[in-house]
Each structure stands twice: as structure tokens, then as C-alpha cells.
């Protein structure tokens, strides 16, 4: 009993590293969100840290300030939500589907 709970542990701090490390790759991953038919682009880490906001030329001639308030809203949700399915397939992939308590990701 003792080797076989020994093992486990084990298996567990393996587990726990290697999620550790997919977490510090993930914080570089970066994914984009679009809106308008990529009028507005935002690009953000799985982290969620935004690092690039495009917004077209066009928008900004056309003056109307709440659209494109809606529009950077909408672009950076579709970037959360890409973070979000990135996150979840790559520490799916370490975790073999399994659902660990107290692992609401992305950090």
C-alpha cells in the first residue's frame, strides 16, 4: 500500500509540474478576437494580457465613438473566448480530459 500511494503522489507532482510549465507557455500563446469583419482586432496572451489593438482606418473617419466602443468590447470578448478554448484544449492535453477541482484556468 505504502509504494502504491508513494506512486501516486508521484504521479501527482508530475502532473502538477507539467501543468505548471503548459501555464507559463500558455502565458505567451497568443490568440485574436475580431469584430466588424475584422474591423477590430485585438490580440491578448491566454493570460488574457492584451498586447496589440487594431482598429481600420475606416472606423475612424466615420466619427461614430459607440460603435467602435462596441465593436473593441466585442473584439476583446472574442479574444477571451479564444484564450479560454486554447487554455482548455492544451491542459486538456496534459491532463488527459481530467477534470481537476479548483483548476479554473487560465491563471
Known amino acids: 500500500m505504502k509504494g502504491g500511494l508513494g ?20 502565458a505567451q500563446v497568443e490568440v485574436q478576437g475580431n469584430a466588424g469583419g475584422n474591423l477590430v482586432q485585438v490580440t491578448m496572451t491566454c493570460r488574457h494580457d492584451v498586447r496589440r489593438v487594431h482598429i481600420d482606418p475606416s472606423l475612424l473617419a466615420e466619427g461614430d465613438r459607440e ?11 472574442d479574444a477571451v ?9 492544451r491542459l486538456s492535453a496534459v491532463t488527459g480530459g481530467l477534470q481537476i477541482p479548483g483548476m479554473n484556468l487560465p491563471f
Open 7 to 26: 506512486n501516486m503522489m508521484k504521479q501527482a507532482q508530475q502532473l502538477q509540474e507539467r501543468l505548471q510549465k503548459v501555464q507559463e507557455e500558455l
Open 67 to 77: 460603435m467602435l466602443e462596441d465593436l473593441v468590447a466585442a473584439a476583446v470578448n
Open 81 to 89: 473566448r479564444q484564450a479560454e478554448k486554447t487554455s482548455s484544449e
